[in-house]
């Protein structure tokens, strides 16, 4: 079956600190991974996406993703944390077999950045 | 552009009635989606229509919810009758290509549920 975990509930990191927030993945063939973002009483918006090509991929806000098939995971990074970033994060899965088309999501992680 | 609008933001309603949610797409996008998020669990699938087809409904949970998308445009989800399990928030999300691999799927907002 096609999943996504998300091991951490909360991430807490002070600004100006680098921020990880970790996804790991269980899907048959070759995975399309994404991350959105979910700022308070807001929709989910779309952050970065992996389809394939090089395993890092930069995103929107300075974010970017490292794709890792030895260790099946799709770790969210920055380099810098703002308290802006603090949201709740959503690692997704596209789940493209025959008859169905949708994300699979995690549970999400709540990023907390200290000022 | 607009993006993809739901409505209401917030329903109460006590158990046993009836709530009916709205969504309303990017224009032109073929594909819309409807997942919901019970409190502090996974953001699930409920269903995807294609235009006016419904594509994939194996998450739709019991045969209390009925999705329509009548003239493939806008959709909505009707819950009856309201049990407090329901409760949670429920997203829509549009997207153009299905197929094509890779095309990000655009949430609303979402409506926030709450039966009581």
């Known amino acids: 079956a096609q999943s996504v975990a998300q091991p951490e509930d909360q991430v807490n990191v002070a600004e100006g600190n680098p921020l990880t927030v970790k996804c790991t993945y269980s899907?048959?063939?070759?995975?399309?991974l994404f991350w959105y973002v979910q700022y308070p009483n807001r929709g989910l918006q779309f952050l970065l996406k992996y389809i394939t090509g090089d395993n890092l991929v930069k995103g929107s806000y300075g974010f970017e993703a490292e794709f890792n098939k030895s260790q099946t995971s799709f770790h969210l990074k920055k380099p810098s944390a703002l308290v802006s970033d603090s949201a709740l994060y959503f690692c997704?899965?596209?789940?493209?077999?025959?008859?169905?088309?949708?994300?699979?999501f995690g549970t999400g992680t709540r990023l907390q950045v200290f000022p | 552009e607009a993006g993809v609008t739901q409505f209401p933001s917030h329903s109460v309603i006590e158990k046993g009635q009836t709530v009916t949610l709205r969504c309303d797409p990017i224009?032109?996008?073929?594909?819309l989606y409807w997942y919901r998020r019970v409190m502090g669990k996974e953001i699930k699938f409920l269903l995807h229509f294609v235009k006016e087809s419904k594509q994939d409904e194996s998450g739709m949970p019991n045969n209390r919810f009925l999705a329509e998308r009548t003239g493939g445009t806008y959709s909505t989800l009707k819950v009856q009758p309201a049990e407090l399990e329901d409760s949670g928030v429920y997203f829509c999300?549009?997207?153009?290509?299905?197929?094509?691999?890779?095309?990000?799927?655009?949430f609303g907002n979402g409506t926030r549920l709450t039966v009581t």
């Open positions: 899907v048959s063939g070759n995975p399309y």
């Open positions: 999300a549009s997207s153009q290509d299905v197929w094509q691999g890779g095309s990000p799927l655009h």
């Open positions: 224009s032109g996008h073929d594909n």
């Open positions: 997704a899965v596209r789940d493209r077999r025959r008859g169905t088309d949708k994300l699979i």
